[in-house]
């Protein structure tokens, strides 16, 4: 849905804004690095065993390869990158997802009635 790639999330994504503050920093960092956020975050999740599912999409067989090769090894200044963003932006948040999301949404939409 774009949250972890170098144009950031959509105004609609559903995570919330620090989350997506979180992103957007993060892929600025990258950005400064010369590393794309969006192969590190595919990376990340192929790799790590706690991840059971990464849904990844594809607009352009450039993507399909760019996707592909991050499942090889990454680079020094790339694995430097994801320990940085691991790190220093997204552990502090402790966040362990959005699953409620729209609980909360729809919640805060009923209390303004």
Not at 22 to 35: E, L
Not at 50 to 77: G, P, R, Y
Not at 84 to 97: A, C
Request: some cysteine; proline content about 4%.
């Amino acid at each position: 849905m774009g949250l972890l790639t170098e144009t950031g999330p959509p105004n609609w994504h559903r995570a919330p804004e620090k989350i997506r503050d979180a992103a957007i920093k993060a892929s600025q960092y990258c950005k400064s690095r010369g590393v794309s956020l969006s192969k590190l975050a595919l990376h990340f999740s192929a790799t790590n065993q706690n991840c059971d599912i990464t849904i990844v999409s594809m607009a352009s067989v450039k993507f399909v390869e760019e996707n592909v090769q991050a499942l090889d090894d990454l680079s020094e200044n790339e694995k430097s990158a994801l320990e940085y963003i691991r790190q220093n932006i997204f552990i502090p948040l402790n966040y362990k997802g959005y699953g409620d999301a729209e609980l909360l949404s729809y919640k805060k939409k009923l209390a303004k009635k």
